[in-house]
């Protein structure tokens, strides 16, 4: 075991500086020494237990040997290894170094002993009675629990009320009842399995779920904590965590970032590896996403599953990924249980002093495998013969402190055991969290049927609101083809004189929620603008670039109106979306992918999250998620947003899935979306070059009707001889065409909504017509994409006995043609073969 960093008998002088000569040389020479070891200090730090690796470094600039380098080296050399001379604030680095280089109070030595020992016996006793049953135990780095409980200690005391975390699977049932405070026969209880019947289908391993509870500090203060659920892809609930927490502060106000902490509990792989961490760490100071800083906690036991460090991270430590950005990292030793005790302190200060995010890397071993099921000594059997013989933690602190531990030892044994044998005993599983207040008047499951909210506005609302999103303040410069092209265009859809294109019905829907309270949250790229220059939700003054955005300026006491640019990152920013609807039920939060195709890069957030965290959790978000999808002849990659992968995903009413047709449809189920008390996530598939087709736009008449058609019957047509049904863009080309030839014989069906499957409107919408012999899916995508294999055997049940046919282009590795002429030449046959000409 490393010796403990020694605490000196005097104040560095980087804090008060000492006597010196009439020169100064000597305080100059005794800085200049300092701040070597301040710069490179922690590459000869003890930090490995097993004494394995990280083995010392020679400093790139040598120490002198002398007094000052012998004090020096016991601040930074010993169990903590700091680096924090790459961040550019002379206050920060100076403040750092008051901390490291000064006295502090002496540890609670018994409360850390007792975290220790509850830690170490509460694994035990599930390795006893659970032979060979994954629990991703926390022995070799049991010293979280202490840690844990001095960073809420004095969080508690900084003014926190509450943190929102999430963590890996190791020592995550530990953290749950000896953090958390959930009754340790809660977790034997799924160890148990009980009642399977209730979850078939659904649920999560134990080592997923999350759990609330309420931790009391010595001096009893008090913080709400909230361990997250998340799947086994690690890393992707870090962005989540952010955006709950953003959600959380924003509930309180101004000093929400003061009251809400939240922290992330990594492993060594997963941080130096997964690319999601180092996008959500970059989101960090961002305004958009700013949550006042994060305590970034690695419990770093040295082995990645069964790969080794220098497989795992090219550089020393796994949190040099870290490193990029202006934040410090402190390394320490977790067999020191004091100097990890004095770190929590000092990363709980340092994010409450300057609200930035802080890592620390808990450097330890793990005692078993990956999972308990797992033998490690097949891949690394020199470092399972050293820790075979190493003694847990909790013995070694007790010999350091000579206390006999053995009547406390049996009482924590005997408390955990009769918890045991109570789970055997137990009938159902237990919910281990509880849902905040704010979520009470919604729900999830199916839809109520009652539950149906009048979208519509009155024409006299719908010039107001218009007029509201198209005013600038008196003196501000438009630019002249934003005032011309977009504001004095939106001012004559208002007054009836033009019909609304879909920037306009998007910002006049945001509008009318925000005046009745609502608030709306929409990010992505480009996104205040819109990648097709449809929007315009900010203005910016052209001679000074000042912005304004009207939305903010609707009306007194109305909803908190938020839109950003984000940067460019699609996983981690959708998952910052989703945490933020997680905890904003009554929001109306939006998240719009640049192109559809893009979200492809969030996929695991698609996956993991949006699609099932209800059936996993039952947890429920009302996300919405914006995807630009079309065919216009630009080649594969921005032509589709994949609507086949949302629409694999679709079951149990666990998604909405809906491509709008016109700028009224769009507003409708917008307003829906955040009307109705159903939370689930809404994809919406949006247009491109139909943004501004005279054929997609709509009237205020349209913008008054009660609510958004799933289905759009044709009442146009008079007995059809075949009936097309399709969704998109390729239906309103598919009515040009109609209108172009004269042909009314064919009749186009709309399906606005494609899941849940509206099958009763849907079969309305064809019973309309029932001298149609022929029901044809039309799509614009290859055979292998689209809505095709979702909707064509549901079709089928809906058309009764008349034949359904296909048209489509033809099965593609790739989404789309890159040549524009080819595009245009299979639109054209595409058209045809629909409209009867051919098939």
């Given at each position: ?12 002088p ?9 020169n ?6 005794r ?5 070597i ?14 004494g ?6 020679p400093?790139p ?8 380098s ?16 790459h ?8 403040w ?17 002993l ?16 659970y032979?060979?049953t994954?629990?991703?135990s ?6 979280l629990i202490?840690?844990l409980?001095?960073?809420?200690t004095?969080?508690?005391?900084n ?37 399977p019947?209730s979850?078939?289908?659904?649920g ?12 009391v ?18 890393e ?24 809400v ?8 792989a997963?941080?130096?590896?997964q ?12 305004h ?16 990645g ?16 990924l ?30 409450h ?18 999972s308990?099921v ?7 059997p ?14 070694l602190?007790?010999?350091k ?23 055997t ?37 719908i ?7 198209t ?16 504001l004095?265009?939106?001012i004559?859809?208002?007054?009836g ?11 006049l829907?945001?509008?009318?929620l ?26 910016i ?12 300026n609707?009306?007194?006491n109305?909803?908190?109106?938020e ?19 997680r ?5 109306l ?10 979200a ?6 698609i ?5 099932a ?14 995807l ?8 594969p ?17 666990n998604?909405?899935?809906a ?9 409708h ?25 005279p ?11 009660a ?9 146009e047509v ?18 040009v ?20 499957w509206?099958?009763?409107e849907?079969?309305?919408?064809l019973?309309?017509h029932?001298?149609?012999t022929?029901?044809?899916w ?6 292998n ?15 009764g ?22 595009h ?9 073969l ?6």
């Amino acid at each position: 075991m490393p010796t403990k960093t020694p605490t000196p008998s005097k104040p560095s002088p980087s804090v008060k500086t000492s006597p010196a000569s009439n020169n100064g040389t000597a305080a100059t020479t005794r800085e200049t020494t300092f701040d070597i070891f301040r710069r490179w200090g922690y590459l000869q730090a003890s930090l490995d237990p097993l004494g394995q690796y990280l083995p010392p470094e020679p400093f790139p600039t040598p120490a002198p040997d002398g007094a000052d380098s012998e004090e020096a080296r016991r601040y930074y050399c010993g169990s903590i290894g700091a680096e924090f001379m790459h961040i550019p604030s002379p206050e920060k680095r100076a403040w750092i170094q008051e901390q490291l280089e000064r006295d502090l109070p002496a540890a609670d030595t018994a409360r850390i002993l007792t975290g220790l020992i509850r830690a170490d016996i509460f694994e035990q006793v599930i390795q006893q009675r659970y032979l060979g049953t994954k629990r991703f135990s926390l022995e070799g780095l049991t010293v979280l629990i202490p840690f844990l409980d001095q960073v809420f200690t004095t969080s508690a005391d900084n003014g926190v009320t509450r943190s929102v975390f999430a963590m890996s699977h190791r020592g995550r049932l530990n953290v749950m009842v000896n953090t958390i405070g959930r009754a340790s026969e809660e977790v034997f209880t799924k160890f148990e399995d009980v009642d399977p019947r209730s979850i078939m289908g659904g649920g999560d391993v134990k080592y997923h779920t999350g759990a609330t509870g309420d931790f009391v500090t010595p001096n009893g203060k008090s913080i709400h904590l909230h361990l997250a659920s998340n799947p086994s892809h690690l890393e992707a609930a870090d962005p989540v965590i952010m955006g709950r927490a953003r959600a959380y502060q924003e509930r309180i106000g101004q000093a929400g970032r003061k009251q809400v902490l939240p922290l992330i509990i990594h492993g060594d792989a997963a941080f130096a590896g997964q690319g999601i961490w180092a996008e959500t760490l970059n989101l960090a100071s961002l305004h958009g996403y700013n949550v006042g800083g994060t305590i970034q906690v690695i419990v770093n036991n040295l082995l990645g599953f069964t790969a080794l460090p220098e497989e795992s991270n090219s550089s020393r430590f796994a949190s040099d990924l870290a490193k990029r950005l202006p934040i410090p990292i402190f390394h320490v030793n977790a067999e020191d249980p004091e100097a990890v005790a004095r770190i929590a302190i000092l990363a709980a200060d340092y994010r409450h002093t300057f609200g930035s995010d802080v890592v620390v890397d808990l450097i330890g071993y793990r005692r078993h495998g990956h999972s308990e099921v797992d033998d490690p000594t097949v891949t690394q059997p020199r470092r399972y013969a050293l820790i075979k013989d190493h003694p847990p933690l909790y013995k070694l602190y007790a010999e350091k402190l000579g206390v006999d531990t053995t009547a406390e030892i049996a009482e924590v044994q005997q408390e955990f055991l009769e918890d045991q044998k109570s789970a055997t005993h137990a009938e159902h599983k237990p919910t281990m969290h509880t849902l905040p207040e704010y979520w009470a008047p919604y729900y999830g499951g199916r839809l109520r049927v009652d539950d149906n909210p009048n979208t519509g506005l009155d024409a006299a609302e719908i010039t107001s609101l218009t007029k509201a999103i198209t005013t600038a303040p008196e003196g501000f410069h438009l630019h002249p083809k934003v005032k011309k092209t977009v504001l004095d265009q939106r001012i004559e859809m208002g007054e009836g004189k033009k019909p609304f294109d879909y920037g306009t019905a998007e910002l006049l829907a945001y509008a009318s929620l925000l005046k009745a309270g609502t608030p709306v949250r929409l990010t992505g790229q480009d996104s205040q603008r819109g990648t097709f220059n449809q929007r315009h939700s900010v203005l910016i003054d052209i001679e000074t670039e000042v912005r304004y955005s009207p939305l903010s300026n609707i009306a007194p006491n109305q909803g908190h109106w938020e839109v950003y640019n984000s940067m460019l990152s699609e996983a981690a920013c959708l998952g910052y979306e989703y945490g933020f609807s997680r905890d904003f039920p009554e929001a109306l939060t939006l998240w719009e992918a640049q192109f559809g195709d893009f979200a492809n890069g969030a996929q695991i957030i698609i996956d993991q999250f949006i699609s099932a965290s209800e059936a996993k959790w039952g947890l429920l978000s009302g996300l919405v998620m914006l995807l630009p999808h079309g065919y216009e002849g630009q080649g594969p990659e921005h032509s589709s947003a994949r609507m086949e992968r949302y629409l694999q995903l679709a079951a149990q009413d666990n998604i909405q899935i809906a491509q709008p047709s016109t700028a009224a449809q769009y507003f409708h189920l917008l307003r829906r979306q955040a009307m109705r008390k159903w939370r689930k996530p809404l994809i919406v598939f949006t247009p491109k070059s139909m943004l501004r087709h005279p054929d997609a736009m709509s009237s205020i008449a349209d913008l008054g009707k009660a609510s958004f058609q799933n289905v759009l019957p044709d009442n146009e047509v008079q007995n059809p001889r075949r009936l097309l049904v399709c969704t998109g863009k390729i239906g309103h080309n598919l009515r040009v065409e109609r209108a172009k030839r004269n042909d009314m014989s064919v009749g186009i069906v709309f399906v606005e909504q494609l899941y849940p499957w509206p099958e009763a409107e849907l079969k309305a919408a064809l019973d309309q017509h029932p001298d149609a012999t022929e029901i044809v899916w039309v799509q614009e995508e290859p055979a292998n994409m689209g809505a095709l294999s979702f909707v064509q055997p549901r079709l089928k049940r809906v058309a009764g006995d008349r034949p359904v046919l296909t048209v489509k282009r033809t099965a593609s590795a790739s989404p789309a043609t890159g040549s524009a002429k080819a595009h245009e030449m299979e639109e054209k046959t595409l058209i045809d073969l629909a409209l009867g000409h051919g098939l």
